[in-house]
Structure formats: C-alpha cells, structure tokens
C-alpha cells in the first residue's frame, strides 16, 4: 500500500516518436565510428602514461612545495647502485665507472669512494663514519644524481645508461635502487600484464554473453560496441597532449566494460526477443522504446557520480579516474544507442544463424501483389 500511495507518473517519457530519430541516425553515427575506430585503438596504446605520483595536482600543497624546492635546488633525482665490494683492483673497476657515470647526459654528480675520498686512499684510514656512507659488508655504495624529473622518456633514459654501464662492469652481480628505477620497472611489468588482464576480462565476459545467448556473434557484437567506446575515451588524452595516469588506464579499461556492458545485453535482450515477432525495423523501434529509458536512467547515475568524484576530490589521480569513468559512461551509452542498433539490423542475418534457437522472424524479399494498393 505504501508503493502504492507514493507511486507517481513516470518523469521521463516513453521515447516511442524519439527512438524513430535514433533509427535515422544509426546509420550516420556507424560510419562515422567505423571511420574513428582505428585511430582512437592505435592513439589509446600510444598515450603518455604516468606511472607513479610525479603528476600531483597544481593545486595541492605537496605540489606547491615540490615546486619551490625545484625552483629554489634544481630538480635532481637520486639513482642508487649497489656493486660488490672486494680489493683494490675493485676500487680501480669503481673509479673507471664512475668516470663512465660522469658522462651520461643529464648526470650532474656522481658520489662514490672513488670521487669523494679517492681510489688510492685505503678505506683503513679513514674514520668508520666516513666508510660506512659508501661500504657495507659486500657491497659499495654509488649515487648518481640526475637533473630530470623521476619519471619519463628522458629519466627512463637515463636509468637505462646507468644500469648498461654498471652491468659493463659487474654483469648482473649489482643492484639500482631509486624512484625512477622503481617507476621503470613498474612501466615494463604493468605494460605486459595489461594485454593479460584485457585478455581476460573480455573473454570473461565473451565467454558469459556466449553461453547466455547461445550465440557466437552476440558477444562478439557486444564486446566490440564497448570496447570501442572505451578506445575512444583513452584516445582523447593522447590527441589533448596530456597524460594519463596509468592506474586509470588499468582501471577504466576493466570497469568501463564490466559496467557497461550491461547497457547492451539488456538492448540486445529485447531486440533478440522482438524480433522472433516483428521484422527488423519494427523490432528495433519498439526496442528503442522498451529499453531506452532504463539505460538513460542507469548510464546518468554512473556518469554523475563519476563526474562528481572527479569535481570534489582533491586527489589527481581520484579526480582523474572519476573523469576517465564519467566519459566512458557517456561514451558507451552513445555506442549502445546508436552504434549497436546498427550493428543489430546490419548482421541480423548473421545473429540469426549463429544463434541457436534465435528463430527471428523471416521478413519476406517481395512484396505480393496488391500490397501496394490502398
């Protein structure tokens, strides 16, 4: 009874006389995606990625204090080696590659026994205070400072000349240590395990839709209108010649697609289902109007609770995510409305043949004679 007394009329519209607009539509809207596919797949794998919190927000305080201490020292960021410390032909190995270190572009100082203290000093001289801020037990310790932020083209550079210099000397027998060194393996590990974990969740879900609908062009289509619109929206930082944070990346190309998805089964679902009754235009005017309503309604709450995250944290990388998810919404909604109805009519062919079951109405080539005449 309580349902009862507080149910009111439905504030959106029933979209029968708008989904006829949508189906002029499809048409246009499917070439012209057609045409964006292929470079939104190739600059979406192509974006300046951000791998660790380098990119603060120009607002925040930790920014702001970064900021002043670069203005004030130069930026300079620390590359630590470790290299095994043994007699005194391993002092003369040091100095040499300290030499080496010395020449790498962008290195400004090179900080070990040799260059502080001297090759020809025995380490018995001096006090243990001094020793031990460049030896261990087993190792020597040698720091090369950078003039280069702690991540990018440029510090990946540098980091890579480091480690082939050391490895010229002491092979694999040496450790670097370091924020850039962290972010440059961070890049190569995450880089690999990004097409795994697409892999799997698009034959996760290839896999769910298949058995569902018992059809192997469904998914196929389903998984194709989102993905598309995810490439789109990963492709925009690249052509706005910004960067993106790589944990959005990871994120929004798992979330956006398990979230979505849904917008098209259920699009689908009914197209499926009226079209065993009604031929293809008429089946996807009525789809239009049974389902578009409920998309809007669940696409506009993931979009603005992803656009308000993005407005209200101060965090960027929070703020940044909220954004990417936002987009994606607004992006797959605008695939599924228009996109997939195009792909549906153009294979419905094809969906009916591999589909088992499917039993879609046959739609007759010729009109009988007399149909014409009122």
Known sequence: KALDKTRHRP?????????????????????????????????????????????LGKGSKVAWDKEKIEDRFGASTPIVLLTPRGEVTEKAK??????????????????????MVGSTIPDEYLDSEITKTFYSDNYSRTIVYADTPTEGDIAFSVVEKVQETAAEYYGEAYYSLGSSVNLLDMKNIVSEDNNFVNFIAIAAIFLVIMVTYRSLSIPILLVLTIETAIWINLAIPYFNDSSLNFL?????????????????????????????MLGKKQALSKTYTDTL????????????????LALVSTNSIVSELGMLLGRGTLLSLFTVVLFLPALLTIFDGFISKTTMKANFLREPKYLIKGDNQK
């Not at 048409?27 to 797949?41: G, K, S, W």
């Open 11 to 55: 504030l959106l519209p029933s979209f029968s006389k708008f989904s006829k607009f949508l189906s002029k539509l499809k048409v246009p809207v499917f070439i012209l995606i057609i045409l964006i596919t292929v470079p939104a797949f190739l600059a979406q794998s192509n974006s300046k990625f951000v791998y660790g919190p380098s990119d």
């Open 94 to 115: 040091l100095e040499e590659m300290t030499c080496d270190l010395e020449q790498i572009e962008h290195v400004t100082q090179v900080v070990s026994y040799s260059s």
């Open 293 to 308: 309503r409920s998309i809007l309604v669940s696409s506009s709450i993931l979009a603005s609770a992803s656009f308000s």
């Open 248 to 276: 959005g990346y990871l994120v929004v190309n798992t979330v956006q697609l398990g979230a979505t998805v849904d917008y098209a089964i259920l699009f689908t679902d009914h197209y499926v289902e009226n079209r065993k």
